[in-house]
């Protein structure tokens, strides 16, 4: 089964947490503190694989979650870093973030690799913490949190031409003709219900990968038919061949054939009216081809090149493929990526940095505090230790958190809430 999108959630491991402990040797009466940091959590990684050509992995799993990393040991031990998760992707895979749309991957080569969720880092131990004021600290973090994340994962097929056109006009007999791939062929519509890949070489040695897409008919980009599922397949393709009946046997005007085509690739993504197409007019063999093909030659009027072919007596295949041959060579290997696409890649840049901590009411009266830098802080606090718990109060304090509460109106025994604690003001 051909599978092209999915959506699946995806989570770094967790950090280790440190260790508070302490030396304990016979001979060492003051041996200090001895607690190691956590390791880190593995990161959610997604590598190319030549060998696959669909996501039909991911059909079956739908949660991947990378291994947390190990707590902090004795004797200043760290706790060991856990593996990357690595998941197997084919070439041509995006990763887009659900809930904003962001694109975070775009995986085209083999063996290319993205981190699509980072692990946590691991807390540090109580031997990190001592001080000439403090030589015996028993304070440690927290490891902290992986990211979490649903995503979207689509797949858009990496070939050099990709075969578009109506129904049953002989995309697929072409691509059997032309290569060893082996399509389903049959006298109905949507025949072909997921894509298929060759590998074409010429007379002349030159080769190149084409596609044969399932057809597209009339309101294809807004998912009439099935044409919305696969229209982005040929976003990727250098050249595209639009396959034309001009036999007219399914009693369709070829010329309309093309402009209703053209018209739902455009209307799809305007950028693919600028990719350069060559018509195939098929079906040769049939007496009436050679009307319709003089008339249409007539209205295209040399804006695009035509090339009439039968597959059935495979008369004018030869000269198209070395058309094709040549006209890939013009074409870079990988064009140029559009604007729209780099204002979709990360740029970094500088920006203010956020608000350490917000501060609203609920509807209970108690004030919430939230923010990703004073969550983080909390999670990181280890509440079974008291001089961890002064330590956040401190760290609370110089973030300007007693403050803000005060300009707010908490009183003495009003509640605030972090998360799913709740803390009694103290002023």
Request: aromatic fraction near 8%.
């Amino acid at each position: 089964m051909f599978v092209d999108q999915v959506k699946v959630f995806v989570k770094g491991g967790d950090g280790g947490n440190g260790l508070v402990a302490y030396r304990r040797e016979k001979y060492v009466p003051m041996g200090g503190p001895a607690g190691g940091d956590g390791g880190n959590g593995g990161d959610v990684i997604f590598e190319v694989d030549e060998g696959l050509n669909t996501l039909m992995d991911f059909r079956y799993q739908h949660h991947f979650k990378a291994k947390r990393g190990e707590n902090g040991m004795n004797q200043k031990q760290h706790g060991k870093n856990s593996p990357p998760l690595i998941i197997s992707v084919p070439p041509g895979t995006t990763v887009k973030e659900v809930e904003t749309g962001r694109v975070i991957a775009d995986l085209t080569e083999h063996k290319q690799q993205a981190v699509i969720a980072k692990g946590g880092r691991g807390g540090r131990g109580n031997a990190r913490f001592a001080t000439a004021r403090n030589p015996a600290p028993e304070i440690a973090e927290n490891g902290e949190q992986g990211e979490e994340l649903d995503v979207q994962v689509e797949l858009k097929l990496l070939a050099d031409v990709g075969l578009v056109g109506f129904p049953s006009v002989g995309k697929s007999t072409f691509l059997s003709t032309v290569t060893a791939a082996k399509p389903k062929i049959a006298d109905y519509h949507f025949t072909t219900l997921a894509p298929n890949l060759g590998v074409v070489e010429s007379q002349d040695n030159r080769s190149f990968v084409m596609a044969d897409l399932p057809g597209l008919i009339e309101g294809a980009h807004e998912g009439v038919g099935l044409g919305h599922q696969f229209l982005r397949h040929v976003e990727r393709t250098r050249l595209l061949l639009h396959v034309i009946d001009m036999s007219g046997m399914e009693g369709r005007d070829p010329y309309e054939d093309y402009l209703t085509i053209n018209n739902e690739l455009s209307s799809y993504d305007e950028r693919l009216t600028r990719r350069p197409q060559i018509i195939v007019a098929n079906k040769m063999d049939i007496p009436e081809a050679e009307l319709y093909l003089e008339e249409f030659k007539e209205k295209v009027s040399g804006e695009v090149a035509v090339y009439p072919i039968s597959t059935a007596t495979r008369t004018g295949i030869d000269e198209l493929l070395y058309a094709v041959a040549d006209k890939l060579e013009e074409l870079p290997k990988q064009e140029t990526e559009e604007i729209e696409e780099v204002e979709e890649r990360v740029i970094y840049k500088y920006e203010k940095e956020e608000a350490p901590f917000k501060v609203t009411r609920a509807d209970d009266g108690a004030f919430v505090l939230y923010g990703e830098k004073i969550e983080s802080v909390f999670r990181k606090t280890d509440f079974s230790r008291d001089q961890s718990i002064n330590r956040f109060a401190r760290q609370m304090r110089s973030m300007g958190v007693d403050e803000e509460l005060r300009k707010r109106g908490a009183k003495d025994g009003d509640t605030v809430r972090l998360l799913d604690y709740e803390f009694e003001f103290v002023d």
